[in-house]
């Protein structure tokens, strides 16, 4: 069977705009949908309604229809699909037939599914150890939990909700009133006695007084891997705020802060020490002892000549990675420590040593004023 032109349809002209296009569809939509219109048409009648302004209203499908007519549209996406996705159709039948939406996706339905509980958050401080080499932790959450008592009936056992008799269960009340733009409008509103549950309960639970969950306080030991840093989320599945209607519990985020290190500065697995060194190491070389996050310390051999700002790399001695093996380095910069209070043996020592150094002095820095400035 062919399908009427959707112009026809909508009975409106080619070049309506949106605004006589929804005008349209509003009054048909009023008139036809099966809620209100009882015949064994309406229902047919609403469906090519539905697409025919779905079509319309959509300015890539609109102009594929107009040049190329119903054929053009086959295969187009979410053609075949006018179940859902129904863009400005909710207000539409909201602007009918009240909030409801006669059932375009509202009201009992939403209210009615299994809702997840909500997710809970709770922040721990670790020392910057802690946070290297991982830990266990005690955490005490206060959340709701599916009442133990009426096992989430919110009946007092052994008595159960009983479906409610102003709603017959469905969780909302209707109401038909005559409209002068619209005629008969039906209009849903949340039960006043069940408050759109669909049941109430006679016998309401000792513990939960009816409301099907309780507040407890609950401790949980958190296992803290190694290379968590400041702002690192631990995610605890399901152990945030139980569910509604059966819907899954929520989740825990355990965020974590890292405290300073006295001498250690951490860049991602990669942590960094400043190591102070006197003349005599820097000029004729030494070995140094380093230490490490561990506690001990490893060996730095200082060749001689080091000048301040020269960095050494020890491999593997960082951070663990997060969740993947190996480690970070640690990057030694030296600082030479110029001295300040000299005994007067040093003193003489330092005097005798400088006496060395004049004429040498003198060519490096004619050498470098050479490179700035150049030489006659």
């Known amino acids: 069977m062919s399908k009427r032109d959707y112009y026809e349809v909508l009975g409106v002209d ?43 209203s959509d300015d890539q499908k609109r102009a594929i229809y107009d040049r190329f007519g119903h054929d053009g549209l086959q295969g187009s996406p979410g053609f075949n699909d006018f179940s859902g996705g129904f863009g400005d159709l909710g207000s539409i039948f909201e602007e009918i037939f009240g909030s409801m939406g006669m059932g375009m996706g509202g009201g009992r339905r939403a209210r009615n599914q299994p809702r997840r509980g909500a997710d809970l958050r709770v922040d721990i401080r670790l020392s910057f150890e802690e946070a290297v080499f991982g830990t266990e932790r005690e955490i005490e959450i206060p959340r709701t939990e599916t009442c133990d008592h009426c096992g989430g009936t919110g009946a007092e056992p052994p008595t159960s909700p009983v479906t409610c008799a102003t709603c017959g269960g469905s969780g909302e009340v209707r109401r038909r009133q005559q409209s002068p733009l619209f005629g008969t409008v039906i209009t ?8 759109g549950s669909g049941e109430v309960i006679p016998s309401p639970c000792t513990k939960c007084h009816g409301s099907k969950r309780v507040r407890v306080s609950r401790k949980l030991n958190v296992k803290i891997p190694a290379g968590v840093d400041d702002g690192t989320r631990i995610r605890l599945v399901g152990e945030g705020e139980a569910g509604q209607l059966g819907g899954p519990p929520g989740n825990l985020y355990v965020v974590v802060s890292v405290e300073p290190h006295k001498i250690f500065v951490r860049q991602d697995s990669d942590i960094h020490l400043e190591l102070p060194i006197n003349v005599a190491q820097a000029a004729l070389g030494a070995t ?89």
């Open 188 to 195: 849903a509103t949340t039960c006043p006695s069940c408050g």
């Open 14 to 56: 080619r070049t309506a705009d949106k605004d006589t296009l929804k005008r349209a569809f509003r009054k048909l939509a009023q008139k036809y949908h099966p809620d209100v219109n009882k015949s064994p048409e309406a229902e047919a009648m609403f469906k090519e309604i539905n697409e025919a302004y779905q079509v319309l």
């Open 288 to 376: 140094v002892k380093v230490p490490t996050l561990e506690g001990d310390t490893v060996e730095l051999e200082i060749p001689p000549g080091t000048q301040t700002g020269r960095t050494f790399r020890k491999r593997g001695l960082g951070v663990p990675h997060l969740q993947r093996s190996g480690r970070g380095d640690m990057i030694i910069t030296v600082r030479v420590v110029v001295p300040t209070n000299l005994t007067n043996e040093q003193k003489e020592l330092f005097r005798a040593l400088a006496k060395t150094f004049d004429d040498q002095t003198t060519e490096q820095h004619k050498g470098f004023f050479d490179r700035i400035f150049g030489s006659d």
